[in-house]
């Protein structure tokens, strides 16, 4: 298991959320110089960490872990969903999921 690599994921996403190390750090109550490790890779991550991370950072272990979701993991439930869909009901449903998004992220 490449921690470097996980590390540079969480970084990522984390990035991508608009969250700096410190707000990271007390979303799952680990101290900064714990985070600053995870994502340099100079530490190993523990199961509670792990699993803390992708909640906080909204995404699966198994994205940070293998750089995507595993099948059957919310892509995909979210992919199938829509395949059963009508076209106005999947427009409907994307109108929903932006706001709702919208209100997650303010």
Known sequence: MDYYV???R???RRKALG???EQLAERIN???THMSHIETGNTKL?????VALA??????????????????GTQAKLSALLRDCSEAN??????ILQ????????
């Open 19 to 21: 969250l700096s190390q």
């Open 30 to 32: 680990i101290s900064l």
């Open 10 to 12: 969480i970084r990522a």
């Open 55 to 72: 909640d906080a950072l909204r995404t699966g272990t198994d994205a940070l872990i293998y750089g995507q979701e595993a099948p059957g």
């Open 6 to 8: 996980i590390g540079q």
């Open 46 to 50: 523990s199961l509670p960490v792990l």
């Open 90 to 95: 999947a427009a409907l449903l994307l109108k």
């Open 99 to 106: 706001s709702v998004k919208e209100s997650l992220e303010r």
